[in-house]
């Protein structure tokens, strides 16, 4: 095993999440092919993944799945957007409407603010600290 490929990420609606994630966070649509079931195989990859993990975004099926989308991880942060640019990358995501649920921080890992995405999960904006 050489890597984390994909993280599946549970969603209201595949075009409504394939939007936020384009051009709200500037993802780029990897995949998003038709499933026999009348599903989709839907991927989005920060712009630069060069081999990092992915989402795969999935519609709930069932009220099991409908009740977590936005809270997958019970309230915690759940998943690291890193960036070689803080400064440029939250201003971009701010003006693209992200919600930032916090000032920006310093962290002896690094300079990092909580935000949302259009469900309410919550994300680390983080530039690592220099090695």
Known sequence: ???????????DDYDEAIRFYTEALGFRLAEDAPR?????WVVVEPG????????????????????????QTGGRVGFFLYTDD??????????AGV?????????????????????GNRWDLLQPAAS
Do not use: C, N, W
Not at 88 to 95: F, I, L, V
Not at 102 to 114: I, Q, S
């Open 48 to 71: 630069d993944a060069a081999g990092g993990a992915a989402l795969l975004l999935a519609r709930a099926k069932g009220e099991a799945q409908r009740s977590r989308i936005g809270d």
């Open 1 to 11: 095993m050489t890597r984390i490929a994909l993280v599946t990420l549970v969603v």
């Open 36 to 40: 026999p079931d009348g599903s989709r």
């Open 99 to 119: 919600t930032f649920l916090e000032e920006p921080r310093h962290e002896p890992y690094g300079r990092v603010a909580v935000f949302q995405d259009l469900y």
């Open 86 to 95: 803080f400064v440029r990358d939250h201003a971009r995501m701010a003006a």
